[in-house]
T-cell receptor, first 113, second 120 residues
Framework: AQSVSQHNHHVILSEAASLELGCNYSYGGTVNLFWYVQYPGQHLQLLLKYFSGDPLVKGIKGFEAEFIKSKFSFNLRKPSVQWSDTAEYFCAVNAEGAQKLVFGQGTRLTINP | GAVVSQHPSWVICKSGTSVKIECRSLDFQATTMFWYRQFPKQSLMLMATSNEGSKATYEQGVEKDKFLINHASLTLSTLTVTSAHPEDSSFYIC????????????????FGEGSRLTVL
């Protein structure tokens, strides 16, 4: 069975700091990978996704993620965070051909102005 | 992007009553809908997968008689929490995946706003 692990439960940064949120998954086959964001009081939104091709994917709001197959990782990065990035971030994995999406535990990001 | 709408967004009910939550895909046809439950400060736990016109597939540990799911059309799925108890209080989220063809059939899910259930 697939599982997803996000190492950081709560990350606190100052504005303009660089961000990297870890995500590892366990599944031996081909996967589709996603990062979702949930801003306070709002529903989940897709930040970016990887299906195939260039392992470095760029998403909305300056976020990017790199798929490293050998490490089973899909870490999320942003070079300079803003106060408005304060939110909960979820990594998710979908085994190719499977219906369901498996989510990590989430990482709460707090950006101090 | 595609829009998924849930109703109601907030419901309070008495213990023992049943509550129905609707999930609608507003601008696309959703052959598959998923129901998740999110506990405070925790991740989303998949409850069941619902395919239009067939019975839902429940995850291990989810009581199918407790959480009734109906996916009668390509744009509507409902979750009914029967004989609700305080421990059923949670945030329920639905998501939908589009039918074959087009960009919606790429594994991406579109999420509803969620429905917060409080059972007194």
């Amino acid at each position: 069975a697939q599982s997803v692990s996000q190492h950081n439960h709560h990350v606190i940064l100052s504005e303009a700091a660089s961000l990297e949120l870890g995500c590892n998954y366990s599944y031996g086959g081909t996967v589709n990978l996603f990062w979702y964001v949930q801003y306070p009081g709002q529903h989940l939104q897709l930040l970016l996704k990887y299906f195939s091709g260039d392992p470095l994917v760029k998403g909305i709001k300056g976020f990017e993620a790199e798929f490293i197959k050998s490490k089973f990782s899909f870490n999320l990065r942003k070079p300079s965070v803003q106060w408005s990035d304060t939110a909960e971030y979820f990594c998710a994995v979908n085994a190719e051909g499977a219906q369901k999406l498996v989510f990590g535990q989430g990482t709460r990001l707090t950006i101090n102005p | 992007g595609a829009v998924v709408s849930q109703h109601p967004s907030w419901v309070i009910c008495k213990s023992g009553t049943s509550v129905k939550i609707e999930c609608r895909s507003l601008d696309f046809q959703a052959t598959t809908m998923f129901w998740y439950r999110q506990f405070p400060k925790q991740s989303l736990m998949l409850m069941a997968t619902s395919n239009e016109g067939s019975k839902a597939t429940y995850e291990q540990g989810v009581e199918k008689d407790k959480f009734l799911i109906n996916h009668a059309s390509l744009t509507l799925s409902t979750l009914t929490v029967t004989s609700a108890h305080p421990e059923d209080s949670s945030f329920y989220i639905c998501s939908a995946r589009g039918s074959s063809g087009g960009t919606l059939n790429t594994g991406e899910l579109f999420f509803g706003e969620g429905s917060r259930l409080t059972v007194l």
